[in-house]
Nanobody, 119 residues
């Protein structure tokens, strides 16, 4: 069993930055690729990016490339999502999820953290 807990969400001004954390519990967490998704009201859940178990490989949605960076610290069982140059369109609930590198299959989801970009 793996449990995921996101943190770091909040209110940020346009153009600002925010770093989200996803803390995983359970020894199996390290073996999973970790994904970030987001969902805005009235919209479908959207893939943000993914990092493999080692932290050496990442993949991002085209619209996030260059602004968002995913890293992980396996010693702390934590994956991070650094978000820069935020705009109101980035307002959403952000979720981390444990899955498989290169695949859309997800085994575990976190509860989500709200990010609001507004002046």
């Amino acid at each position: 069993q793996v449990q995921l807990a996101e943190s770091g969400g909040g209110l940020v001004q346009p153009g600002g930055s925010l770093r989200l954390s996803c803390a995983g519990s359970g020894s199996r967490f390290i073996g999973y690729a970790t994904n970030w998704y987001r969902q805005s009201p009235g919209r479908e859940r959207e893939f943000v990016g993914q990092i493999d178990w080692s932290g050496k490989n990442t993949h991002y949605a085209d619209s996030m490339e260059g602004r968002f960076t995913i890293t992980r610290d396996n010693a702390k069982n934590t994956v991070y999502l650094q978000m820069n140059s935020l705009s109101p369109e980035d307002t959403a609930v952000y979720y981390c999820a444990a899955g498989y590198w290169g695949l859309t299959e997800i085994d575990y989801w976190g509860q989500g953290t709200q990010v609001t970009v507004s002046s």
